[in-house]
């Protein structure tokens, strides 16, 4: 019961990171041409004080990231060996790549809260839009892969 | 105006996030870990365990690895050596790690 309560407030987390590290990817993706200032687009890129996500982020990243780390007791014990014996393999394999890509985000957020917090070096632009980006694509990779787990059985996989 | 970070406090988490993701995935492909975790008993062990003792957990093991090696490196790297590391760096690494692991992990969908 605890566990089930935890993994619906792991997967509400998930969504708000969603929504902050996305805005951020957007607002770092380079635009091709000049923009409309009324674009929709235009204006979803320009917040005042981006940097201002970055603590936003981290917390909310590591908030997943060690929910995510308790549950997965839950699934070494109940779920991965029910994947193993009924030969979903490619599930259990989705899920090992979720939990390492969880960890490498957990690497990554000293260098992306830093690169948000004092982009002054040469170069830290650019190396903060790769990072910014990567973290982005961790965070969506990770929330497709534990959403299609947790609804393995209604997806008919 | 914020104030600048202090220069310890930069090179710190860029030596850390440099470090980090290279020990992780050296750690997990060769299944080297600081402990193994068994959950049904909730007990750490250095080694393994016999099968009794239920399925062992050796994620939280790499992972403390990983974080003990990159907060050491993050303090013992002198701050003029990480001032010389190309920016760069700070984003290929974990990308290289990132599809290391991706095309290490084909090994679950070949029959």
């Known amino acids: ?157 | 105006m914020t104030r600048p970070l202090p220069s310890r406090l930069v090179s710190a988490l860029t030596v850390f996030s440099l470090v980090f993701p290279v020990v992780y995935t050296v750690a997990y492909y060769n299944e080297w870990a600081l402990f193994w975790f068994y959950p049904l008993v909730g007990e750490l062990y250095t080694n393994l365990q016999p099968p009794s003792r239920g399925p062992a957990m050796i994620y939280y093991g790499w992972i403390v690895l990983a974080f003990v090696s990159a907060a050491l490196a993050g303090a013992i790297v002198p701050r003029r050596w990480a001032a010389h590391l190309w920016v760069g760096w700070s984003w290929i690494v974990p990308l290289a790690a990132t599809l290391f692991t991706l095309a290490y992990e084909t090994r679950w969908f070949q029959g």
């Open chain 1, 1 to 157: 019961m605890i566990s089930a309560a935890l993994l619906i407030i792991h997967g509400l987390a998930s969504i708000v990171l969603i929504g902050a590290i996305t805005h951020q990817a957007i607002m770092v993706w380079p635009a091709k041409h000049a923009e409309q200032p009324q674009a929709f687009f235009t204006r979803l890129r320009s917040l005042p004080q981006p940097s201002i996500y970055a603590n936003t982020v981290v917390i909310l990243y590591a908030a997943n990231f060690f929910l995510g780390a308790f549950l997965y007791t839950s699934y070494r014990v109940d779920v991965r060996p029910y994947l193993e014996d009924t030969g979903l393999f490619l599930a259990a394999g989705a899920f090992e790549t979720k939990e390492h890509i969880a960890v490498l985000g957990l690497g990554l957020l000293p260098a992306y809260w830093l690169f948000w917090k004092e982009p002054s070096r040469a170069g830290s632009v650019t190396a903060r839009s790769y990072i910014t980006l990567l973290l982005a694509f961790f965070v969506w990779w990770n929330f497709i892969i534990g959403h299609v787990l947790n609804n393995i059985r209604g997806l008919g996989l």
